[in-house]
């Protein structure tokens, strides 16, 4: 068991640590006006951030505006650029055409020879067998006049029947 002055002295301790109403009201006050310091401050962020917000939005659109204006001009650049290329293989296009054509019209003419050639022995082979077939017919016609009409009518005769007989 503890004495009275034990707990008297015990209770002294716990006096001494407990805050007095005056000092509770302090501490409330201070509390209070770090509060509105602190919303002071924030309210100061805040216009200091809406504006650094403004800058930096005007700063971006002067970036945006001027990046617009070199990429015109590099479409501008690549547009020309293309164009001559564009003419340039025109030209060469052209040119492998003409080239072409002269090609053609050698290789028309080379034809257009041999084929003459081959038309003209053709003639040739033909006023051949032309006269071959007029011989050939004179002579029959000479063995007819020969053997006499009679016999080229039974010939006739028997060439009816056959044609006939195979129809």
Request: aromatic share 2%; proline share 0%.
């Amino acid at each position: 068991m503890t004495t009275v002055e034990e707990r008297l002295s015990r209770l002294e301790g716990v006096y001494d640590h407990l805050a007095s109403k005056a000092d509770i009201a302090r501490v409330e006050t201070q509390i209070a006006n770090l509060r509105a310091e602190l919303k002071g401050d924030i309210a100061g962020l805040k216009t200091e951030l809406r504006g650094d917000t403004a800058d930096l939005r005007a700063e971006l659109k002067g970036d945006i505006a001027g990046l617009k204006t070199e990429l015109r001009g590099d479409i501008a650049d690549l547009r020309a650029e293309l164009k001559g290329d564009i003419a340039g293989l025109r030209t060469e296009l052209k040119g492998n055409i003409v080239a072409l054509r002269m090609e053609l019209k050698g290789d028309i003419a080379e034809l257009r020879a041999e084929l003459k050639g081959d038309i003209a022995e053709l003639r040739t082979d033909l006023k051949g067998d032309i006269a071959g077939l007029r011989a050939e017919m004179h002579r029959v016609n000479a063995s007819l006049i020969k053997w006499g009409v009679g016999f080229m009518m039974v010939g006739l005769g028997a060439m009816t029947a056959i044609v006939g007989f195979l129809g």
